[in-house]
C-alpha cells in the first residue's frame, strides 16, 4: 500500500459504508443507523445531480452517452445486458466525487454513506477495517416488491413501460449478482434482504456486520 493510500484509509476511517442493489433498503438502514449511532448520512443518490453537472464528457463517458439518449433508447431498446455493462454509475464514474465529498465533510463525526454506486472493488481499497463495509443483496420477489412499492416512473414515460419495466428488473438482477461476486471475491460482508425480512431485521442485522 503506498502512503497516499495509506493516508486515504485514515481520513476515512470513521465512515462506514452500505452499498446493494436497487430496492435493498439501503437508504431506510442508513438513516435509522445514523439516528441510533449520532452518524451522519451520506447518500449517494442524492448526489447523483451534483456529480452529474461536475462530471465532463471525458470523465464521464457513459453518463455523457446516457444523458444523450430518449428514454426508449435508455429502457427499451437496449437489451438489460447493454443497460447493465455501459450504465455510467454502475462503471464507477464519478466515485471519485463522493470521495471528495466525504473528506470535506467534519471528521469528528462518524458517517454512513450508502447507495447501489459504492462498488466493492472501488470502496475495498478505501477500508482501514474490512468490517466498516457490507452490502445488501435483495433477492428478485424483494426487488420486484421495492420496485411497485415505490412507484417509479421511469417504465411509465416510454413507448413501451412492460418491456421497459422487464428491462430494469433484469438490469438490476444481474447488478446484484456482480456486487454478490464481487464482495464475496474480496472477502466483504453481504446480506441477503428477503421478504420475509422486516426493516427492524435488516437494521439489526447491517450494525452487527458493522461493528456498531
Known amino acids: 500500500m503506498t502512503a497516499d493510500a495509506a ?17 435493498a433498503g439501503k437508504s431506510t438502514v442508513a438513516r435509522r443507523i445514523a439516528s441510533r449511532h449520532s452518524l451522519r448520512v451520506y447518500s449517494t443518490d442524492d448526489a447523483m445531480p451534483d456529480h452529474a453537472a461536475r462530471s465532463t464528457p471525458d470523465d464521464a463517458p457513459h453518463l455523457n452517452a446516457f444523458k444523450a439518449m430518449s428514454m426508449d433508447e435508455r429502457w427499451v431498446n437496449r437489451s438489460p445486458e447493454t443497460m447493465l455493462d455501459t450504465f455510467h454509475w454502475f462503471r464507477g464514474e464519478g466515485f471519485g466525487l463522493i470521495i471528495e465529498d466525504l473528506l470535506r465533510l467534519p471528521a469528528d463525526t462518524g458517517v454512513v454513506v450508502e447507495g447501489f454506486r459504492l462498488l466493492p472493488r472501488l470502496v475495498e481499497p478505501l477500508l482501514a477495517d474490512p468490517g466498516h463495509a457490507v452490502w445488501l443483496l435483495p433477492t428478485p420477489e424483494f426487488r420486484l416488491a421495492a420496485f411497485d412499492g415505490r412507484g417509479w416512473d421511469m417504465p411509465s414515460k416510454t413507448g413501451d413501460p412492460g418491456r421497459a419495466r422487464r428491462n430494469l428488473l ?23 434482504i428477503d421478504t420475509a425480512m422486516d426493516e427492524d431485521e435488516s437494521a439489526e442485522r447491517v450494525t452487527r456486520a458493522l461493528g456498531l
Open 170 to 192: 433484469e438490469r438490476d438482477r444481474m447488478f446484484t449478482d456482480l456486487l454478490s461476486a464481487e464482495a464475496k471475491r474480496l472477502g466483504l460482508a453481504v446480506i441477503e
Open 7 to 23: 493516508a486515504l484509509r485514515a481520513r476515512l476511517r470513521h465512515v462506514r459504508w452500505i452499498g446493494g442493489g436497487s430496492g
